[in-house]
């Protein structure tokens, strides 16, 4: 079975600062996504970044990207000119890619992200 | 577009009652989850769907939790007889088809005392 950890319980960055939040996982499957998803106060995930296993590149979106290191099964979150708004919890997502019905989103337990003003 | 709804937002009932929480996900989208989510971890399956039929329930306890989702669209989850440790978050997503990015509802919080 797939597993994915968060190390960080707890995250604070100044605001327009840079973090980076931790994620590792395991698994023995080749195909496979990884996700980046912020859940604030009002508790609905919203997607923030993927990236697809078999791409070497990393993912990018606007402000927040990724470093997916594939061979130590690492995939980190790099929040850059960190805003109030960022303040969340993140939650670190695996999905295998090559089975129909058998895409849920394995967790991890979550970085809670602290911006301060 | 409208998002994934979901109602109750929140829900507390005792030990030992019955509650139902509904969604109704993206208009066209054929894949429905529901997700546990207990304070402090991350969501966890319950249950999948396909169109109106089931394609992972291995993490739903059966002997307690029901799910249906009718005619392909809406979803109801149910809980008969709750316990104390069925207290979450209940969150609903939905995804066009097999693969394709999951949206997820605003969530219902329920706790039972």
């Known amino acids: 079975a797939q597993t994915v950890t968060q190390s960080q319980p707890e995250m604070s960055v100044q605001e327009a600062e840079t973090v980076t939040l931790s994620c590792t996982y395991d698994t023995s499957e080749s195909d496979y996504y990884l996700f980046w998803y912020k859940q604030p106060p009002s508790r609905q995930m919203i997607l923030v970044i993927r990236?697809?296993?078999?791409?070497?590149q990393n993912a990018t979106e606007n402000r927040f990207s990724v470093n997916f290191q594939k061979a130590a099964k690492s995939f980190s979150l790099k929040i850059s000119d960190s805003q109030l708004g960022d303040a969340a919890m993140y939650f670190c997502a695996y999905r295998s890619g090559s089975n129909f019905g058998n895409e849920k989103l394995t967790f991890g337990t979550g970085t809670r992200l602290t911006i301060i003003p | 577009e409208a998002g994934v709804a979901q109602s109750p937002r929140y829900k507390i009932i005792e030990k030992r009652q019955s509650v139902a929480f509904w969604c109704n996900p993206i208009?066209?989208?054929?894949?429905l989850y529901w997700y546990q989510q207990i304070l402090g971890q991350g969501p966890k399956l319950l249950i999948q769907?396909?169109?109106?039929?089931?394609?992972?329930d291995s993490q739903l306890p059966k002997d307690r939790f029901s799910a249906e989702r009718l005619k392909g669209v809406d979803s109801t989850l149910k809980i008969q007889p709750a316990k104390l440790e069925d207290s979450a978050v209940y969150l609903c997503?939905?995804?066009?088809?097999?693969?394709?990015?999951?949206?997820f509802g605003p969530g219902t919080r329920l706790t039972v005392t």
């Open positions: 990236q697809e296993a078999y791409k070497q």
């Open positions: 769907f396909q169109n109106n039929g089931v394609v992972d």
């Open positions: 208009s066209g989208h054929a894949t």
């Open positions: 997503a939905s995804s066009l088809v097999w693969g394709n990015e999951q949206y």
